[in-house]
């Protein structure tokens, strides 16, 4: 249990998810287990006598996560998540006071973790702490992508004189925000290069494509998924996996079903498999790049259309030069409808969730598409709010 | 009251006559409905013999079944088992627990001794109970057949229950089955063949557009599941879609236990099942997930459980006589697991397993309890392996044989197990869920870390689930979260998601407890001795070690512990009382 809670506090810090000295880890079995930092003099142990879960963990976030949780729960204490994973996983997340300790275990009783106002991030699981650790990095990857997509709402889609207004009151802190925005490097890393011919090399170049990813803070979570295929066989991530932990965490799944190992791989491979049909390439990557979930909630038409852009959208729309596809479009049963022109730009951008990016040899071509979408995005915002 | 009907029938079956009395509303909130409403009305009476025309069974639907909340239809039935002697519940899925809700009750409770084969019809408040020689020795599709009528559904017993053979399971509508810990033998043992149900009312909800709500995110979350949804998940699949995949983590049970990998697995599959038998989908009422596959004939396919103990555990690789042994099994109504189980003791014991032919026709020799071999095997692999001096042999934990998963593959499953209040089974706790499939995370299959407390709540989340009759598998997709808002919405009373493990807490504690008064305590929280001594089938890259008893008997006690219980595995006053139990 001690070496859960220090990997996570450890994750935590070194993911830019929280302050070390602002951060509590909290584990239980028989007995608690904890990593704290200095700052953190409030005894959150306490909640466990209200509930029955098995870890907990609070968290400040760095900047500028910390202004933006500020700004996005300073009037509301229920807020709705633009993004698809947030939606489906944690609904809405709640946000109180740090005062209202009834609140607090009021909000934990329901939710699997909120936002205490002006202080952090706090979050439980059932069984493990890295189950608290994805609560609290979901929460914090809802909020940024619910402020962006709300101050470009407000900025560019409503009227004059309340943006005015608006700008007037929010525009000091936005640049604040902006200011302290990691920046993405002017170079990828090269990766391994391909075709691969064994399981090792296939995994290894798997395992070095996940860690680095993550690392440039294009997955949400550490989550994403990634898969090669091989003949018969296509390597995937598994579910629930991480992307930079994937050693010991690859399924493979034979493409004439022979086998059913398809039931632990990532809930993402029927995309995967179309993607490598429709397109005749060998790999497959897909990550949550911040600015492209954002541009892709940001439809021109919005205010001109009645369709439900999570279901279905019959226009066609390209962000960053990729075709942009409704949710609804990947999970119908029986069929998966890709746009045809992903065989030429071989990217896809999947409205309030992600990015799909595909090669023939190896890791370096998604790879280098997806952070070359994430930085035309990224200008692509900043252009259209004027800014 | 919104959800539950209000109103509940006790018959008893010596004299025919019912009672109908109001559903206590306290009650119902602290213990749901089905297995914790259940083990609450009964708990007095558990200490009669599971056979005395005195023992009461209960069978009980919850207060979402007959709403728009997704899975909700199963139903609950709770008694003395003849096999473990533990207090036992059973569920099963299908439209009983609807219609039993549709003819306004929201549960059955069933006295006393019928003089000759009788069964029970249930027509709104009309009740009645009447003989039935015609169908007695009649297997469950024809009783099926017979009793069918529109708008109805049945449960009912086949041979085996009539012979009380100790591992008899009730069908419902010929479908599916209360399985487990030998209910059909306790029906047999009151003369009762049948319960016939049928009703014109409906189930209120309190607040309509909060359950649609709640639908909605639940639908994205089963959508968003591989274990579900996905390409080989069990809507597409089927739960034998497992088999693969036990084999490849090289824990299927095979021979008895003795080894973790089967080389033919790939000859009983689902794809060859498929491929020799066809699967389209049954789908029960108002479930989404549809795991139930039948073949083109519309004959219920074997499930992973049956699929792996009627092969593998029977070094079986036979795929037709799996097909028609699980076939056999739901026709004359025995449990295929205590099945499988026995006659793998039997095989070991003998040192060489039946052929799969053999197999099929023991089906029938124990169901009718036939002279020699099939009277001693309907008592099941303890009381066998106990009377032919090899106890070692049985693969049970309190009398009931374990499922197909080899517990040195997956440490949690090996405590959850072991502290099983109804004995050897994979669904008080299911760590599965996180050990194989990786839900809602990943935890360490061969680590003892944390698991304690892990499996103290994912059988409170179990006990929850089981009483409010959502169907697990909604779980593996959505949450106990979800569970309590539905709750919430259709009863409109508030509940949250701690108030359901609460409540599962409390349920868990008063089956120990009952449990303890009839003798059970540390000692049967044991699993057997094989999986401490004997390594599995490990190869190059992984290896499948005996269970560390050291580290096994730590964290048995630190489940004592975290659950209320002394050193000896007895619930402690104290605990009885806070968590609102009762004695």
Known sequence: ???????????????????????????????????????????????????????????????????????????????????????????????????????????????????????????????????????????????????????????????????????????????????????????????????????????????????????????????????YRKGNDIYISQTSSFLDELNGCIEIVPLDGSKQTAITASSELRVHLEIIKKTGCRVVLHAHPKFSVIMSLLCEKKNECNFDCRNECPKKRFVAGVPVISPGMLSKKNQIILPD???????????????????????????????????KCRDKYFKMINF | MKGWMGKFVEIDLTDGSFFIGKTDVDFAMKFLGGRGLGVFLLKKEMKIEPFDPRMPIFIGSGPLAGTP???SCRLSMVFRSPLTMTVFDTEAVGDFSVRLKQAGFDYLIIRGRAKVPSLIRIENSRIKVEPCHALWGKGVNSTVSSLNERGASILCIGPAGERMVSFASVSMDGHTNFGRGGGGAVWGSKNLKAIVVKGRGKVDVADCDSLNKVQSDIMKMLNASPFLSGKSGLINTGTLALLDLTDSRRMMPVRNFSATWFPETGKINAQEMKKIYGRRNYGCYGCPVKCKKFDLKGNPLPEFQSASHLGPLNDNDDIRSIYEANLLC?????????????????????????????????????????????????????????????????????????????????????????????????????PVRHEILRRPVATNRFSFEGKARIIKIEEDENASADSLLVCKFLLYGAGIEECARGLTSVTGISYDAQDLLRIGSRIVLLERWINAENGFSKKDDKLPERFFNEPGSSDDRLEIPPLPEEEFELTLQKYYKIRGCNENGVPRDEMMDSSGAGK
């Open chain 1, 341 to 375: 022109e992903i065989r030429k730009t071989q990217s896809m951008i999947v409205f309030g969730h992600g990015v799909f990016s595909c090669g023939e040899m190896d890791f370096n071509e998604p790879f280098e598409k997806i952070v070359q979408i994430e930085k």
């Open chain 2, 69 to 71: 909340f997704p899975s």
């Open chain 1, 1 to 227: 249990m001690k070496a859960q809670v220090e990997k996570y506090f450890r994750k935590l810090t070194e993911r830019n998810l929280s302050v070390p000295e602002r951060t509590a880890v909290y584990a239980i079995d028989d007995e608690i287990f904890y990593m704290k930092g200095s700052n953190v003099v409030f005894p959150w142990e306490n909640l466990f006598d209200h509930l029955t879960i098995a870890s907990l963990i609070f968290c400040t976030p760095p900047e500028p996560l910390m202004t933006i949780m500020n700004e996005v729960t300073r009037d509301i204490s229920n807020i709705s998540p633009e993004d698809c994973e947030s939606q489906t996983y944690l609904h809405d997340i709640p946000a109180t006071d740090f005062d209202d300790w009834e609140g607090i275990v009021k909000m934990l009783k329901e939710r699997k973790g909120g936002v205490i106002k002006g202080c952090g991030v706090i979050a439980h699981g059932s069984i493990t702490v890295e189950q608290a650790f994805i609560n609290v990095s979901s929460i914090l990857h809802a909020l940024f992508i619910k402020y962006f997509t709300d101050f470009a709402l407000n900025e560019v889609f409503v009227s004059k004189k309340d943006r005015v207004k608006f700008k007037r009151k929010r525009l000091g802190v936005f640049e604040n925000i902006f200011k302290n925005l990691r920046a993405l490097p002017d170079s990828t890393p090269r990766l391994m290069c391909g075709t691969f011919e064994n399981k090792n090399e296939i995994e290894e170049a798997m395992q070095e494509a996940g860690e680095k990813i993550v690392n440039l803070g294009l997955v949400d979570s550490c989550f994403g998924n990634i898969s």
């Open chain 2, 330 to 430: 739901n026709d004359m109504g025995l449990d295929t697991i205590s099945f499988g189980g026995t006659m793998a003791c039997y095989g070991e014991f003998r040192q060489k397993f039946v052929t799969g032919s053999q197999l099929v026709s023991f089906v029938r020799k124990i169901a009718m309890k036939e002279k020699g071999d099939g009277e001693s095997l309907a008592e099941g692999s303890a009381r066998w392996a106990e009377f032919n001096g090899c106890k070692e042999l049985s693969m049970t934990v309190k009398g009931l044989e374990l499922p197909a998963y080899d517990p040195r593959g997956a440490y949690g499953m090996a405590l959850g197990y072991a502290v099983s209040n109804r004995g050897g089974c994979h669904l008080r706790s299911y």
